[in-house]
Nanobody
Framework: VQLVESGGGLVQSGESLRLSCAASGFTFSSQVMTWYRQAPGKERELVAQISSAGTPTYYADSVKGRFTISRDNAKNTVYLQMNSLKPEDTAVYSC?????????WGQGTQVTVSS
């Protein structure tokens, strides 16, 4: 199982970013995918989750209405569109999949939002 995130960077408050998580080594279309984030000195936070078919989805209250999770099962990729970014969105963003009693994580991608 391999998960590779990309798309992070440094942006200003109010701008947008789209993160990607490319998956391999498992049947992507059968698995729920989840985005998490962790800011320095804070606990890891579940940001968004998407079912294997694309709906339903779940969002943390802190990102609801600003972030959109989606997936392309043909490309084995899950996305996180982040709009109206705020400084408090600054964190390392990672994708995760749970398969046969364990979690698999990507290496993460840094998102930094300046005010």
């Amino acid at each position: 199982v391999q998960l590779v995130e990309s798309g992070g960077g440094l942006v200003q408050s109010g701008e947008s970013l789209r993160l990607s998580c490319a998956a391999s080594g498992f049947t992507f279309s059968s698995q729920v995918m989840t985005w998490y984030r962790q800011a320095p000195g804070k606990e890891r936070e579940l940001v968004a989750q998407i079912s294997s078919a694309g709906t339903p989805t779940y969002y943390a209250d802190s990102v609801k209405g600003r972030f959109t999770i989606s997936r392309d099962n043909a490309k084995n990729t899950v996305y996180l569109q982040m709009n109206s970014l705020k400084p408090e969105d600054t964190a390392v963003y990672s994708c995760k999949v749970w398969i046969i009693r364990r979690d698999y994580w990507g290496q993460g991608t840094q998102v930094t939002v300046s005010s």
